[in-house]
């Protein structure tokens, strides 16, 4: 069965600081990694990979897959309170896509 | 551009009872998935329509039921509705490139499902 395992769960920093978030799977027949951000309903599309070692960015956010170790990683700098949210990782499998999401890791920005 | 849009934005039903949520996928988008979260839960694959025909399913019971229609807009429907089928329900379209769905999927804002 896929599996996406995401850490910490839970985290608390101050604006300025940066935070790095983690995503780990076991799939079959991977075809992506997605991130998202989820904060009141609807999750928004941060980032889609699907070779290792690119960085993916986007302003203060980053993204890179490791696909020999079967992880990613989400990195904000200079956060923000507006970056509070649920941070979704999923992995798309198999020809139609299926995405299998972890649990979400739940970020708060403290002024 | 509309993105997806997804109706009623909350619903309140009983145990026993039944419930159809609505999907209008992104403008251009073919393919429609949905998806439960329950909270604090990551969502949850039902299964996914394109070409009005049901494309894979996750593991959930036959209770669980949709549709989609010619102009790609979908339905999900929930027969013998239990307590735990409380949720925020997911829909997220993308499209067909090459007989393959594109990865990236837009998701909706959902629909708050309460079971009393």
């Known amino acids: 069965e896929d599996k996406v395992v995401q850490s910490p769960l839970s985290l608390v920093v101050h604006e300025g600081d940066t935070v790095t978030l983690n995503c780990s799977y076991e799939v079959t027949n991977f075809r992506s990694l997605l991130w998202y951000k989820q904060e009141k309903k609807a999750p928004t599309f941060l980032f889609m990979l699907t070779s290792s070692g690119i960085e993916k960015k986007s302003g203060r956010l980053s993204s890179i897959l490791d696909k020999k170790e079967l992880f990613s990683i989400l990195n904000i700098t200079a956060t923000q309170t507006g970056d509070s949210a649920v941070y979704l990782c999923?992995?798309?499998?198999?020809?139609?896509?299926?995405?299998?999401f972890g649990k979400g890791i739940t970020l708060s920005v403290r002024p | 551009d509309a993105g997806v849009t997804q109706s009623p934005t909350h619903l309140i039903k009983t145990r026993g009872q039944q419930v159809t949520l609505r999907c209008s996928p992104k403008?251009?988008?073919?393919?429609v998935s949905w998806y439960q979260q329950a909270l604090g839960q990551g969502p949850q694959f039902i299964f996914q329509y394109y070409e009005e025909e049901e494309r894979q399913r996750g593991n959930f019971p036959d209770r669980f039921s949709g549709h989609q229609f010619p102009n790609y807009s979908s339905e999900l429907n929930v027969n013998a509705l239990l307590l735990g089928d409380s949720a925020l329900y997911l829909c997220a379209s993308s499209a067909i490139s090459g007989f393959v769905v594109t990865d990236t999927q837009y998701f909706g804002p959902g629909t708050r499902l309460t079971v009393l």
């Open positions: 403008s251009g988008h073919d393919t």
């Open positions: 999923a992995v798309s499998a198999g020809a139609n896509s299926k995405l299998t």
